[in-house]
C-alpha cells in the first residue's frame, strides 16, 4: 500500500511516497519558490537526485508537479494506488491531541486556527485543498505539530497572564515540533522495552525545542503560543524579556511586526554571530571569533537549563536524555559542551563514543554516555515524516 507524506509550506513542498506497512521510502522531492519565476524542485529516486524548473504560480501547479514526477518515474502506474496521504499541520490548538481524518469540519478548524500560525497555515491549507482536487476519493489525514504536547499539565501550559487572555485568545503554552518528539518517545519505547518511559528529548537545530516525557506522554516543552518562545535558534531569539519589544519599538520606530519579524528571522545564532547555521558559527569560534564563541556559549547554556530543569520536573526519574534533529544528530562537539554543563546532575559523555555518532559518520545512532553517568544520553535520528505515515496509515486502515 502506498502512502503519501506532504509538507506544504508558504512557498514550497515537500513530499515522500513510502510503501506500507514496510516503512519503505520509494520517491522524495523538494519543491521550492512556489509563487516566484525561478520555481525548481529536486526529485531523488533511487538514490539520485534529479532537478527541474518551471514558474509555478500557485500550490496547485506545484502538486501538479508531484503528480508527474510519481507517474513519470513510475514510482505509481496509477494515481489509484495512492491509498492515503498525511499533511503536517502546524498548529491544532487545544481541539486537537492527536492526527484525524480530513473533513470539511478540520479544514475549518485549520482557517480558524491561521490566527495562531500566520505563516505556515495558509501553505498548509494550499496543499490540501489542492492535494483533494487531484485525489478526491483518497482519505487525507491532519498530523499537527502541536497534538504530541498537549497531554501538558494545566500548570505547565498556562502563562502568568490575565485569565481572560487565555479565555478570550487562546493565550498558552502550545509546543511544536511535536511530530518529531512523539517519533522519538515511540523509538525511545522499543529502545527501552517500557511503555511509561520518562525521557528529556533534545530536538536541536535550526528550530529547537526540548520536551519532558513522563510516563510516555509530553509533560512539558519550551515552545510556547509561537515556536519563537523557548530555546534560541538559527535564527530566532527564543525567549526574551517581552518589555524588549515596546522598548525597541520606541528606540527604532518600527513596528510590532518589524520586531516580531527580527525576533524570528534576524536574532539566536544570526543575531548574535552573523552566522545561522550552526556548523558556521563552529568554523568561526575556532578561528577565534568572539561572537561566535559567544553565540555557542549562550545556544549550548540555554539548552542545559532547559535538561537540568526538565530533571528536577520529572524527580530525577529520567530514563534518557535523547539528542535529536540537526546539531542533535550532528553536532558532537555542541553535545560534549551541552553534558559538561549538567555534570553536577551526574551526567556524563563517553566523548571518544560521542565523536564516532553522526548522520555523516558510519554510525549514526547510539548511546554516548559513560557507564558512570546517572542518565543515559542517546543519539536517535528523528524521521517526522515516517510519524506523518505511521498515523496517516494507522487512521486510514481503521476506517
Known amino acids: 500500500m502506498k502512502f503519501l507524506c506532504v509538507n506544504a509550506g508558504s512557498s514550497s513542498l515537500k513530499f515522500q511516497l513510502f510503501e506500507m506497512p514496510e516503512e519503505t521510502v520509494i520517491i522524495s ?44 518515474h513510475k514510482a505509481v502506474e496509477s494515481l489509484d494506488e495512492i491509498k492515503g496521504v498525511g499533511h503536517r499541520v502546524l498548529h491544532g490548538g487545544e481541539k486537537y491531541s492527536d492526527s484525524v481524518l480530513i473533513d470539511d469540519e478540520v479544514i475549518q478548524s485549520i482557517k480558524d486556527l491561521t490566527k495562531l500560525g500566520p505563516l505556515h497555515h495558509p501553505g498548509n491549507l ?35 497572564v490575565p485569565y481572560e487572555w487565555y479565555l478570550k485568545y487562546g493565550v498558552r503554552k502550545y509546543g511544536f515540533h511535536g511530530t518529531s518528539h512523539k517519533y522519538i518517545t515511540t523509538v525511545m519505547k522499543e529502545k527501552l522495552g517500557k511503555e511509561n ?64 519579524n527580527d525576533l524570528n528571522k534576524k536574532s539566536g545564532l544570526l543575531g548574535v554571530s552573523g552566522f545561522s547555521d550552526a556548523r558556521d558559527v563552529e568554523e568561526a569560534a575556532a578561528k577565534g571569533d568572539e561572537r561566535a564563541i559567544l553565540a555557542l556559549n549562550m545556544y549550548n547554556d540555554r539548552v542545559a537549563k532547559y535538561i537540568a530543569e526538565y530533571f528536577i520536573e520529572l524527580d530525577g526519574k529520567v530514563d534518557a536524555i535523547v539528542f535529536t534533529a540537526g546539531v542533535g544528530e ?70
Not at 43 to 62: D, P, Q, S
Not at 132 to 151: C, G, I, R, W
Not at 222 to 241: A, E, F, N, V, Y
Request: with cysteine.
Open 126 to 160: 494550499a496543499g490540501i485543498e489542492a492535494l483533494k482536487e487531484v485525489l478526491p476519493n483518497v482519505p487525507m489525514v491532519a498530523v499537527y505539530d502541536t497534538a504530541f504536547h498537549q497531554t501538558m499539565p494545566k500548570e505547565n501550559y498556562m502563562y502568568p
Open 197 to 260: 518511559v520518562n525521557l528529556i528529548i533534545c530536538h536541536v537545530g535550526s528550530g529547537a525545542s526540548i520536551s519532558a516525557v513522563k510516563d510516555g506522554k509530553c509533560y512539558d516543552t519550551t515552545m510556547g503560543l509561537t515556536p519563537l518562545d523557548g530555546l534560541m535558534m538559527g535564527t530566532r531569539s527564543g525567549s526574551i524579556d517581552p518589555s524588549i519589544l515596546e522598548y525597541v519599538c520606541k528606540e527604532s520606530g518600527e513596528s510590532i511586526a518589524d520586531v516580531t
Open 29 to 72: 522531492g523538494y519543491i521550492e519558490k512556489i509563487g516566484l519565476e525561478d520555481s525548481f524542485w529536486t526529485t531523488k529516486v533511487n538514490g539520485e537526485k534529479i532537478r527541474g524548473a518551471k514558474y509555478l504560480k500557485n500550490h496547485n501547479e506545484a502538486v501538479q508537479v508531484l503528480i508527474d514526477e510519481l507517474l513519470e
Open 330 to 399: 550532528n553536532g558532537f562537539e555542541a553535545r560534549s559542551n551541552i553534558i559538561k554543563r549538567v555534570n553536577a546532575l551526574g551526567i556524563k559523555l563517553d566523548e571518544k563514543v560521542n565523536e564516532t555518532i553522526a548522520g555523516f559518520k558510519d554510525v549514526h545512532e547510539g548511546v554516548i554516555s559513560a557507564k558512570s553517568s546517572k542518565v543515559p544520553v542517546w543519539v536517535v535520528p528523528t524521521n517526522e515524516e515516517l510519524m506523518i505515515i505511521k498515523d496517516t496509515y494507522k487512521i486510514v486502515n481503521s476506517k
